[in-house]
């Protein structure tokens, strides 16, 4: 397991995949290094390409707002990241075997936060990280756990922006992602 400068930089040098030749930045994460709550996405899109920050465009907004609402910051509370840390052009799903070359840094930042609640957003997350075969409408909202680390995921804040209706559960599952933060941290 890397420490966190010698994770970086390799993030940083990484060229195992196309993606590392095409992008402007790489997003690492950000947010909180002792979390108990880790949030997880699927790559940058271009406002995280153009900056170098995980979920700043019009969905990191959206989330960080409906989060801001349940008192919980990037700064304090969570720790936000994706499953590959370059932008596939176009946005478009990460490749498996883009996703595969990228996931041992994720288990490198989960293995050095160590949360206790993990939070999937969105199908591709849900994939690498919960169960590759299940559909994100169907296991949504439900929380299984394994070693401890209890996971859930929820629709991404993309697909709130194209589907107002899905607004609704996705704020039913941050309110039990509190519920449980709370559970588990005695933290209000
Ligand atoms: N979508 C993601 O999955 N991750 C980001 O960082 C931004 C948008």
Same mark, same amino acid.
């Given at each position: 397991?890397?420490?966190?400068?010698?994770? &970086?930089?390799?993030?940083?040098?990484?060229?195992?995949?196309?993606?590392?030749?095409?992008?402007?930045?790489?997003?690492?994460?950000?947010?909180?290094?002792?979390?108990?709550?880790?949030?997880?996405?699927?790559?940058?899109?271009?406002? $995280?390409?153009?900056?170098?920050?995980?979920?700043?465009?019009?969905?990191?907004?959206?989330?960080?707002?409906?989060?801001? *609402?349940? $008192?919980?910051?990037?700064?304090?509370? &969570?720790?936000?990241?994706?499953?590959? @840390?370059?932008?596939?052009?176009?946005?478009?799903?990460?490749?498996?075997?883009?996703?595969?070359?990228?996931?041992?840094?994720?288990?490198?930042?989960?293995?050095?936060?160590?949360?206790?609640?993990?939070?999937?957003?969105?199908?591709?997350?849900? @994939?690498?990280?919960?169960?590759?075969? *299940?559909?994100?409408?169907?296991?949504?909202?439900?929380?299984?756990?394994?070693?401890?680390?209890?996971?859930?995921?929820?629709?991404?804040?993309?697909?709130?922006?194209?589907?107002?209706?899905?607004?609704?559960?996705?704020?039913?599952?941050?309110?039990?992602? @509190?519920?449980? &933060?709370? $559970?588990?941290?005695?933290?209000?």
């Amino acid at each position: 397991m890397l420490g966190w400068q010698t994770l &970086y930089q390799t993030c940083l040098e990484c060229k195992r995949c196309p993606l590392g030749q095409n992008r402007n930045n790489m997003v690492f994460g950000e947010g909180n290094l002792q979390a108990d709550l880790m949030f997880i996405g699927e790559a940058p899109g271009r406002d $995280e390409d153009m900056t170098g920050h995980p979920f700043v465009g019009r969905a990191g907004q959206l989330l960080d707002k409906a989060l801001l *609402a349940l $008192e919980l910051t990037r700064q304090e509370h &969570y720790y936000i990241t994706n499953i590959c @840390k370059c932008r596939p052009q176009n946005n478009r799903v990460p490749l498996e075997e883009e996703a595969q070359l990228c996931l041992p840094f994720l288990r490198n930042q989960f293995a050095l936060i160590k949360p206790r609640i993990i939070v999937c957003l969105g199908a591709t997350a849900m @994939k690498y990280v919960i169960d590759r075969e *299940a559909r994100i409408s169907k296991i949504r909202g439900q929380w299984r756990e394994c070693k401890g680390v209890h996971m859930m995921a929820t629709f991404h804040p993309a697909a709130l922006l194209r589907d107002e209706n899905k607004k609704r559960v996705f704020w039913e599952d941050l309110k039990q992602v @509190k519920h449980k &933060y709370v $559970e588990l941290t005695g933290e209000k």
